[in-house]
């Protein structure tokens, strides 16, 4: 059994109390039981002693007036039993003539046997006390006996007010023991409830114990810990809440791997990103297990480690790229803890890398363009015009092989000659002239121009105008050139029919509005691998093609402050995303001047 504090104070206290008052009331009580026993012995003795002188008198009287012996014991006899003697037994020759203790005769003469088997006069049990003495004239043994109860009532009667008093103190005692311990192990019990609540977490809790004493100083040192306690606690939350919304609020993912390679934490921007980077599951998954394995890697060769890891956002070939940076976590200790990783979206950046490089690019094949071309133009045309009179001059009307090969000659040098003139066109660097332009009229007008093209196949176009906000601040004849290189990327990639749907709205990014030119087509598509290289100069699938198109446009529609994206299904066909700031009139302007 487990004895809580008030049993611990009140069980010792009474045992300490009741056992001295115990032991000294028994005390009291055996020394006055022997006091009384004492007493008794001796007045017994006394009577036994005067009842002695008595038959010896009687007897002398006797003797000396020739009485007989026997009428003499007859004296006594009858003077015993008219003194009425209480206990007195007279024993003649071993035959009980008087017995005034017990009707039991048998009773009476055992205590003589027992009396003078002890060998001693006086004889004590557990019932009786007896005393007795010879009186060898006549052969006889005069005994007193005495009930001990007799006299442990009178005891009793004797010791009754020690003993009301005793156990009036007994009883006064024990209530002061119990007050005392109540007393004592109430304020302590409540410490432990309380250090109990606040174990559970209750702060708010206070110890009221109006007390002068230790415990009470003992409450008040409580109570200023746990306010203290309170206080830390709640710096201590604010600075977790703190830096838990930091790491809800930052764009970065952050993710934390025990020793064991178990995931401690995700934080919001980590879960986003890994969820829906991109459409599909594998590429999801492809990405949590290349997280894992690099967090992995730098746990187990304990080195940082940084890479960038590109994923495919949906079938339309865009792509995602993100910067995985794993490495240790370690205590302040310098332990290792297990590892961390910061992954975060940089495929933004990564296109305006790509923009800058492939403008640098266009920039540097311009100029070496510039070079070339007027080298080459002269002595083309030069080769031109001898041809031209060669032909003159050696063919004759049926000679259909000679001709062949002289216009065939011809042919590619006019190709030639075009891919001068649009190199160029290209590498001539081009002052933009911006205006307030109406989009739908350039689109128009765009279309008018290709409408030769676009008649040559069963093509068909759609325009569909979803904002009354069509002006943008912009160089016309450049926009123009856009579009048409677009339209005639869309004619070529369609077989002899298809669908050409040209959408006009906006779209507002980081609170800034755009005009979106959308051109969708239904051609052959652009696959995934050469997604990337499109706005490379030279890149071409077409036999006949040049390369150059899509680079002009993606020149252009920079340096009209103007974003070009492109998404593409194998099969199914291309969108162009043209977008351009509605209110980027000033931006343009200051370009301008710039430049
Ligand atoms: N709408 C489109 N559909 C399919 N492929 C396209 C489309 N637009 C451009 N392309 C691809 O991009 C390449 C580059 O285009 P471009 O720079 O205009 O050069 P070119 O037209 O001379 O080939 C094309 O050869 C073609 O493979
Ligand atoms: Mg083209």
Known sequence: MKWDIENKILIPFMILIILPILIIGIVSYWNGYQLLLNNKIKEVENNLHEDMLLIDKINEDARKNDILIDLAKDKAINYFIDLNKAGIIILQNNEVILNNLDDNEAFAKSLFNKAIKSKKETYINDDVLFIYKTYDKWNWKIGYGLYKNIFTNELVEFQKNTILIAIIFLVFS???????????????????????????????????????????????????????????????????????????????????????????????????????????????????????????????????????????????????????????????????????????????????????????????????????????????????????????????????????????????IDRLNNLITELLDFAKPHQPKYEMTNILEILNKSLELTKKDINEKDIKTNIHVETHNISIFVDKAQIEQVFINIIRNAVNAMNIKGVLNITINTTIREKINFLRIIFHDNGCGIKQENIDKIFNPFFTTDPQGTGLGLSVVHKLVIENNGEIEVQSVVGKGTKFIIKFPIFGGELSEEKNINN
């Open 174 to 412: 024990m209530q002061a023991t119990i007050f005392i311990s109540h007393n004592l192990s109430r304020p302590i019990k409540k410490l432990a409830e309380i250090c109990n609540k606040i174990g559970k977490g209750n702060l708010k809790e206070k110890i009221n114990i109006d007390r002068e004493d230790e415990i009470g100083i003992l409450a008040d040192a409580f109570n200023n810990m746990v306010r203290k306690l309170e206080k830390n606690t709640k710096k201590l939350l604010e600075m977790k809440k703190f830096n838990e919304d930091i790491l809800r609020s930052i764009s970065i993912g952050i993710m934390t791997m025990d020793k064991k390679g178990r995931i401690l934490s995700i934080n919001q921007a980590g879960e986003r990103l890994l969820k829906y980077s991109t459409n599909s599951r594998e590429q999801r998954e492809a990405f949590r297990k290349k997280i894992m394995d690099q967090l992995t890697e730098t746990l187990f060769n304990e080195e940082s480690k940084n890479e960038i890891l590109v994923l495919n956002k949906m079938e339309d070939g865009n792509k995602l790229y993100f910067d995985v940076t794993t490495s240790l976590l370690r205590n302040k200790n310098k332990k290792i803890n297990g590892a961390i990783c910061s992954f975060s979206d940089i495929t933004k950046r990564k296109r305006i890398e790509n923009n800058i490089e492939r403008i640098n690019r266009l920039t540097s094949v311009g100029q070496l363009a510039a070079g070339l071309a007027h080298e080459i133009r002269n002595p083309l045309a030069g080769m031109k015009m001898s041809i031209q009179v060669l032909k003159s001059r050696l063919c004759k009307q049926n000679d259909k092989s000679n001709l062949n090969l002289f216009n065939g000659t011809l042919y590619e």
